[in-house]
């Protein structure tokens, strides 16, 4: 009894001594990048107290992208980047920093060293004034390793030394870009969760901007650009086509509970249907996903449905499921969502054999009441483009309409 005292005594003496760590407080707005060496892809991040819970922002532009699963525990913070099978872990250094590690959970080699400090000035660091408006837009062309290239449209804007914009390509574009100008040279960057860009070009004395397009830990192309307000891409409905000697499109798959749906189904009767291919990593389709959702409300009562097929980036059905599952809750997506098979572009038209490729994700197909292939648009002009955006909503509102209204 004497000797259970002493250790009594003990435990509470050194308990005392030693209190247990208060939580740290990583509320409030960080700079914080990416390292990629020898370049950074800076991004806006804020962390914000509500109801007891802890909500991590990504900031871009004018866009925020809210993650509500973060977990901080003492001196570390981990933020689960929901749909895109991703997370951040970090620690806060012992000057009042954020050290960790960006990665995606598919992909162990994804990995990027995170830091972060309060506040911070401008996106990029700024040493001159601008001597050059970039505002406009370029005729971009993208260099592969192998020497291949492939178009783009740069739209962009400038304010002072801040510039944002994007760059339009045919499979989609890259969204709400944000960095800033110096002399004749400037960065652009985004982060959303899931993907990390980083651009840089400097304009010559031609008029021709020389640079590079940086994505994840180590991909490289080079870019070249010219002023032409006026360049167009191709149609995009033009490049993705059904094979000779088909007219319609069949499948059958399971949703993410093992139900099999086909567009044989009564629900899909006499009704024109939307289906789109997606995948719950990839970027372009959640800005493709995020417009149809409330489309599909308004519009559902005049016989349109909606179907999104889901290509995976791992084969077993007990994975795709999960981010499916977590896909639809987490976007309340309100029309079903099926298990296709992988994010493998061969693949995918191999589960598709009415289609003579699969070029991008996301690609919607426009089936009319008896579900003939009217229309098949590849990649997605999302709100990052602006009126570029708003003319894809209207082309796609005349086109339904135009289908809707035939006998």
């Known amino acids: 009894m004497k000797n259970i005292l002493v250790i009594i005594l003990i435990t509470l003496a050194f308990a005392c001594s030693n209190p247990p760590k208060s939580e740290v407080d990583f509320s409030g707005n960080w700079h914080a990048y990416l390292d990629i060496s020898p370049d950074r892809i800076p991004f806006g991040l804020s962390l914000e107290k509500r109801d007891g819970e802890v909500i991590a922002i990504l900031q871009n532009d004018t866009e925020r992208l809210e993650f509500k699963e973060v977990t901080v525990t003492v001196d570390s913070l981990k933020i689960v980047l929901d749909t895109f099978d991703a997370e951040i872990n970090a620690k806060m250094n012992s000057e009042g920093g954020i050290e960790g590690i960006f990665h995606r959970n598919y992909q162990a080699e994804y990995k990027l060293n995170l830091f972060a400090v309060r506040n911070g000035d401008t996106r990029f660091p700024v040493f001159d004034s601008p001597t050059v408006d970039f505002s406009g837009g370029w005729e971009t062309t993208f260099i592969r390793n192998d020497s291949s290239i492939y178009k783009a449209i740069g739209n962009l804007r400038q304010e002072g030394n801040q510039l944002f914009g994007t760059f339009i390509t045919s499979t989609g574009d890259y969204r709400f870009l944000e960095g800033n100008v110096s002399g004749n040279e400037f960065w652009l960057s985004a982060f959303d969760g899931g993907h990390a860009f980083f651009f840089t070009g400097k304009l010559g004395a031609s008029g021709k901007i020389i640079g590079r397009f ?194």
């Not at 002023?227 to 069949?250: C, I, M, Y």
């Not at 899909?268 to 249907?273: D, L, M």
């Not at 197909?365 to 003319?391: A, C, Q, S, W």
Request: charged share 30%; hydrophobic share 40%.
């Open 214 to 407: 940086r994505s994840g830990p180590s991909y490289t192309e080079g870019i070249e650009a010219v002023r032409n307000e006026s360049f167009e891409l191709p149609d995009a409905n033009t490049l993705t086509q059904l094979k000779p000697g088909f007219e319609k499109l069949e499948f059958s798959f399971p949703d993410a509970n093992g139900q099999l749906v086909s567009l044989n189904d009564p629900r899909f009767e006499n009704k024109i249907v939307l289906v789109q291919l997606f995948g719950t990593w990839c970027i372009n389709c959640l800005d493709e996903t995020k417009f149809l959702i409330p489309w599909y409300e308004k519009n559902k009562e005049a016989g349109v449905e909606v179907i999104g097929l889901a290509f995976e980036a791992k084969p077993e059905f007990e994975y795709a499921s999960a981010r499916v599952k977590k896909y639809q809750d987490r976007l309340s997506v309100p029309y079903p969502l099926l298990i296709a098979g992988e994010f493998d572009k061969e693949k995918a038209a191999k589960a598709l054999p009415a289609l003579d490729a699969v070029i991008a994700f996301p690609t919607l197909l426009y089936l009319d009441k008896n579900h003939r292939v009217r229309r098949i648009n590849t990649g997605f002009t999302g709100p990052g483009t602006g009126e570029n955006y708003g003319r894809w909503i209207e082309q796609h509102e005349l086109f339904v309409k135009k289908m809707l209204e035939e006998e």
